[in-house]
């Protein structure tokens, strides 16, 4: 201690939801909505982090780096729609860390615990939700067997 704690997360976790009756996806699985919802799963991780680690010197921070381009990205579509039209639009790799930077060294806790180009940033409302946030992560211990005994 001091220490802070980054956890990657992403605009879009806008289009998240935390599906508590259908964790698992046995309903159906969409890669762009569960990329959607393990980036508010990790805004709510984070949530419930800080309210673990309230009262020492860790900070948490989740971070949306913005739409990079990068390795990642060669999957997402057609690599010639990247390479000719996407690419301009994208930040470099080291613009896209830079959020990350700024948590890492100078930012403040904030209440909101999701940052964007180097500022707070706006998260959906129930990346916000304290009781979400913290049945997720009761749901988390129970299914790597955090607490189990054995």
Same mark, same amino acid.
């Given at each position: +201690?001091?220490?802070?704690?980054?956890? @990657?997360?992403? @605009?879009?976790?806008? $289009?998240?939801?935390?599906?508590?009756?259908?964790?698992?996806? #046995?309903?159906?699985?969409? &890669?762009?909505? %569960?990329?959607?919802?393990?980036?508010?799963?990790?805004?709510?991780?984070? $949530? +419930?982090?800080?309210?673990?680690?309230?009262?020492?010197?860790? /900070?948490?921070?989740?971070?949306?780096?913005?739409?990079?381009?990068?390795?990642?990205? $060669?999957?997402? %579509?057609? /690599?010639?729609?990247?390479?000719?039209?996407? $690419?301009?639009?994208? #930040?470099?790799?080291?613009?896209? %860390? *830079?959020?990350?930077?700024?948590?890492?060294?100078?930012?403040? *806790?904030?209440?909101?615990?999701?940052?964007?180009?180097? %500022?707070?940033?706006?998260?959906?409302?129930?990346? &916000?939700?304290?009781?979400?946030?913290? #049945?997720?992560? &009761? @749901? =988390?211990? #129970?299914?790597?067997?955090?607490?189990? =005994?054995?």
């Amino acid at each position: +201690q001091p220490a802070r704690i980054i956890s @990657l997360s992403s @605009l879009a976790h806008l $289009r998240g939801t935390i599906d508590f009756e259908d964790f698992h996806y #046995k309903k159906g699985y969409n &890669k762009i909505a %569960a990329y959607g919802n393990s980036k508010l799963a990790n805004i709510l991780f984070t $949530r +419930q982090l800080a309210h673990h680690l309230k009262g020492s010197s860790i /900070q948490v921070f989740s971070v949306h780096p913005g739409a990079v381009y990068s390795n990642l990205t $060669r999957y997402m %579509a057609p /690599q010639f729609v990247f390479d000719y039209y996407m $690419r301009v639009f994208m #930040k470099t790799t080291m613009e896209g %860390a *830079q959020t990350s930077i700024y948590c890492a060294t100078e930012a403040k *806790q904030s209440d909101e615990m999701y940052f964007s180009d180097c %500022a707070v940033g706006w998260a959906l409302e129930e990346a &916000k939700d304290d009781v979400v946030a913290d #049945k997720l992560w &009761k @749901l =988390s211990e #129970k299914l790597v067997a955090l607490h189990d =005994s054995k």
